[in-house]
C-alpha cells in the first residue's frame, strides 16, 4: 500500500494544499497579533504617561526630589520617563542628568502633543544611543500649559516582544501542519486503497485475466 502511487499523489496534493493554506493564515495571523501587540504597547505608554502627568502636576507646584522619585518609578517599570517644561527644557528624566539634556521643544513627539494633544513616534535617541519609541502628553492646569510629560521603551523591547510572539505563531504553524499532514495521510490511505484495488482489478482484466 505504501508503494501505490494514487496514495502518494492524493498526499502529495494535499501536503501542498496544507502548506499554502498555513502559510497564508499564518503570515496574516502573525501581521495581526503583531499590529494589536503594538497598540497594546502604545497603550501602556499612554497609561504611564497618565500617571506620570499626576507626578508632574505635583512637581511643578512644588520641586520636592522629583528627580530621585522618577528614576525609582522608571526602575520599576522599565520605562524612561522624562518631565518638560513648556520652553523644552528638561525639567527631569529617569535615567539622564537633566541638566546635561538637550532642549526638546522640537521633538517629534512634543510637537505633536502640543497641537494634537498626544504624540508618538520611534526614532533613534542621542541622549541614550538607542533606537526608542517615545509617547508624550501635553500638562495642563485650568487650561494653562505647565509642560509635558513622556514615557518612552527601548525598540529592542518591543523586537523582543514581537520575536517572542512570532515563536509562538510559528511553533503552533508547525503543530499544525504536523497534526494536519498525519490526519491528512491517514485519509489519502482510506482513499486510495479501494481506488488502489480497483486499478489492480482493471490491469488484471485488461490483461486478460478474468
Known amino acids: ?24 493564515v499564518g503570515v496574516l495571523v502573525s501581521r495581526q ?12 505608554l499612554d497609561v504611564r504617561a497618565t500617571l506620570l502627568r499626576a507626578v508632574a502636576l505635583e512637581s511643578f507646584s512644588s520641586d520636592n526630589k522629583v528627580q530621585k ?10 520605562t524612561r520617563f522624562t518631565i518638560i517644561k513648556p520652553d523644552g527644557t528638561v525639567f527631569a528624566d529617569s535615567e539622564e542628568d537633566p ?10 513627539e512634543i510637537l ?3 497641537s494634537h494633544g498626544h504624540g508618538i513616534t520611534t526614532r533613534f535617541s542621542d541622549t541614550v544611543d538607542k533606537k526608542m519609541m517615545y509617547y508624550a502628553l501635553p500638562v495642563m492646569k485650568e487650561n494653562l500649559l505647565l509642560g509635558y510629560v513622556r514615557t518612552s521603551l527601548p525598540l ?5 516582544r514581537l520575536s517572542h510572539v512570532r515563536t509562538i505563531i510559528l511553533f503552533s504553524m ?15 490511505r482510506g482513499f486510495a486503497k479501494p481506488l488502489t484495488a480497483m486499478t489492480a482489478i ?9
Open 112 to 114: 505633536a502633543a502640543r
Open 174 to 188: 508547525a503543530m499544525s501542519i504536523l497534526v494536519a499532514l498525519i490526519l491528512g495521510f491517514i485519509v489519502a
Open 33 to 44: 497579533v503583531e499590529e494589536e501587540t503594538l497598540v497594546e504597547i502604545e497603550q501602556s
Open 99 to 108: 541638566v546635561t539634556m538637550d532642549n526638546h521643544a522640537n521633538r517629534p
Open 202 to 210: 482493471a490491469e488484471s482484466m485488461s490483461g486478460g485475466n478474468y
Open 69 to 78: 522619585r522618577i528614576r525609582t518609578l522608571g526602575l520599576n517599570t522599565n
Open 156 to 160: 529592542s523591547v518591543i523586537d523582543d
Open 1 to 24: 500500500m505504501l508503494r501505490s502511487r494514487i496514495l502518494w499523489k492524493l498526499f502529495s496534493g494535499y501536503v501542498v494544499l496544507i502548506l499554502l493554506s498555513t502559510i497564508i
